[in-house]
């Protein structure tokens, strides 16, 4: 059992036994470091002024991850190297972000423009070449610019990630990466006392016994809504299990039927895997928070939050996907609907854990679709997600499985509209336009901040309908984006 939480501060190797456990990475640069150039803007993930880079060893690589510092616990960062923006400049230059923004005036408000260059500096070693616009919008799509605009910032981009990666990183990196691998051991992290601590397991077997041990401990995947409890809420959570460290609970398999995704695999990696199931899952991914939140944000945290508005639930739900739990030594697997019991109950048990999502394939003669509908492209949670699988067979609908997210207390699916759509032919609008109407029988949406009941029950069905114009192969254009693969990067 390791007692003290270990990482890279300023090329130095930081070690700590005392800390409260809900200390935010924030509180102990600005107000333990004095390393204010870090700004704390909204407290809550969503601007981006507290953009910090977390250079982690993933497969053997080193990866530099854009986080939000503001909503990640400082234990979070064990085995791993945090860079601000005092530690870009070498040998008394700029980093070639820090120049290329001076010289496109790039560097616009004091509070944004420290989060902008340390999004930019991840992107510097970890986007593709070229660096495209839609890639760009993509890297900021976690730093709100409320002043003068991102036009300047896009310029300062392109130049500095023009060419591949020559700083004093680049040069660094086998040092660096021997460095990152000497903080990597297996032991459990322990620090705090019985009541009040900061775990991280690094087994699933030691995870499921402290877990079984204190079901009164809040489990922290991403953080990125438990953050969200200390901040905003102000929760005082005496013992946080973190699940990060847990061996293979971040392993993402794969068989000729099924997508397996452990409960600790972040969004930025389920991307790619998810978008290969299907282009709607990608453009689904590309749009879930931001960079940081996707950065930290797991699929796991995404579904055990039992979120009404979650994006993952309605689209896994609509693949016949089934989610897999442990509590102490027993593994159980259920149908991910049957998770969802009522808003903000789960079929989760104290001390149960959310192991790993099981994602079926989709088989020939299927079809899915999937629509996010929120006010902003980016960082914003749905009003209405609807995701659609549909099996033809001879140009009918053989079976419908219609999931939606923001029309009930909880993700559900739509049972009458997919008894209803049952052996309608895709040639047939006026059919689909009779089963569609059972959609009020489905669902009886609320008004809140995001939508009102009537808009919402208008836009389920207008995606359901806009699903089977595109499936039925009708040439009337229905997206602004096109339905492509999106990399990620
Ligand atoms: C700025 C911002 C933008 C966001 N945008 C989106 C969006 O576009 N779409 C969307 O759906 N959500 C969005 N979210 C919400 C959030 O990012 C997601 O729900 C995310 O997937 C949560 O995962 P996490 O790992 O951070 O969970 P955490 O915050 O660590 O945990 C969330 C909940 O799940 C529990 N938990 C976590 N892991 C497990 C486990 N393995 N087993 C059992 N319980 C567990 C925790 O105890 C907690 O109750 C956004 C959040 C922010 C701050
Ligand atoms: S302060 Fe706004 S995202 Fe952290
Ligand atoms: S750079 Fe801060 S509001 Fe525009």
Known sequence: ?????RFIFRGRTVELDGFDPTLTLLEWLREEQRATGTKEGCNEGDCGACTVVLA????GRVRYEPVNACILLLGQIDGA???TVEDLSAGGSLHPIQQAMIAHHGAQCGFCTPGIVMSLFAAYHEAERPLTRAAFDDILSGNLCRCTGYRPIADAAMEALHGPAADAFAADAEQRRARLDALQEGSDLFIGHEA???AAPASIESMATLALR???????SGGTDVGLWITKRLQDLGKIIWLGRVK???????TDTTLTLGAGVTHERALAPLAALDPDLGLLMRRFGSKQVRASGTVGGNIANGSPIGDLAPALIALGASVEMRKGGLTRTMPLENFFLAYGRQAREPGEVVTALHIPKLKPGMAFRAFKISKRFDEDISAVMGAFRFRIEDGAIAEARLAYGGMAGIPARARATEQALEGVSLADPHG????LSHLEADFQPISDMRASAAYRAKVARAILGKALLEIAGGAAETRIHPREVVHAG
Do not use: Q
Not at 1 to 5: E, K, Q, V
Not at 432 to 435: E, G, K, N, S
């Open 1 to 5: 059992m390791r007692r003290r939480l």
């Open 56 to 59: 982690r060893l993933r497969e």
């Open 81 to 83: 190297e945090v860079l």
């Open 196 to 198: 009040r601590f900061f």
């Open 214 to 220: 204190h079901p009164d401990a809040t489990l922290l």
């Open 248 to 254: 293979g609970l971040d392993r993402i398999t794969a």
């Open 432 to 435: 689909w336009a009779a089963a």
